[in-house]
C-alpha cells in the first residue's frame, strides 16, 4: 500500500464520508486500510452534524469513523471545531432570532468544543480548530464568527481545545 511506502517518511492520509464509513461504498475500507495510515472525516463532526441543535449532540457516525480508525491504527484528525460554513444558524441567534452579543458566542463556542474534544480526548490526537480563517484575498474572513466576536476568536477557539485536552495536536 501507498501507506506503506512511505512508512517512517510521513502519513498518508484521507478524508472519508458517510458511504465509505457505513459499508455503503463496498470497496473503499478495504482500499482506504490498505493505503492510508492517517484519516480525518470529511462532514461527520463538522458542527452542523455533531451538534445540529442548542442541545443535541450526534456523535453516532462521528464515533464510527473513529472507531474504524482506531481498529486499524490510523492517526485521527478530527475535521472541524470552528467554520464560517457548515455551522447551524442557532449558533449565532438567541431564542429570539437576534444576533447573541460577544460572550454568549464565545460561551457556545468553548461549550462546543469542550464537548466534542472531551468527547474524543486521547482518542483524536489532532484537531483542525478553525478551518478557513483567511479570505482568499489574504485578510482575514469576515465570518459571523469575527463579526460578533472580532478577530481573537481564532485566538480563543485554540485556547479552548488547547484546555480541553492538552495533549492533542492544533
Do not use: C
Not at 11 to 22: E, K
Not at 33 to 49: G, L, P, Q, S, V
Not at 112 to 125: L, N
Amino acid at each position: 500500500g501507498l501507506k506503506d511506502a512511505f512508512a517512517g517518511d510521513f502519513l498518508i492520509g484521507t478524508a472519508v464520508n458517510a458511504p465509505q464509513i457505513l459499508g455503503i461504498d463496498k470497496q473503499a475500507k478495504p482500499f482506504i486500510i490498505k493505503h492510508f495510515n492517517a484519516i480525518t472525516a470529511e462532514d461527520a463532526m463538522k458542527w452542523e452534524r455533531i451538534h445540529p441543535s442548542p442541545d443535541k449532540y450526534d456523535f453516532t457516525l462521528a464515533d464510527s469513523i473513529v472507531s474504524f480508525a482506531l481498529a486499524n491504527g490510523m492517526f485521527i484528525t478530527g475535521h472541524t471545531l470552528v467554520w464560517h460554513s457548515q455551522t447551524p444558524n442557532w449558533v449565532f441567534r438567541d431564542s429570539l432570532g437576534n444576533p447573541i452579543t460577544r460572550d454568549a458566542l464565545l460561551e457556545r463556542m468553548k461549550d462546543h468544543i469542550f464537548t466534542v474534544v472531551g468527547h474524543y480526548k486521547g482518542r483524536v490526537q489532532s484537531w483542525d480548530v478553525v478551518n478557513e480563517a483567511m479570505d482568499d484575498n489574504g485578510q482575514i474572513r469576515r465570518s459571523k464568527w469575527y463579526e460578533i466576536i472580532g478577530e481573537d476568536y481564532i485566538e480563543k477557539a485554540f485556547e479552548y481545545a488547547h484546555e480541553a485536552d492538552p495533549d492533542a495536536e492544533l
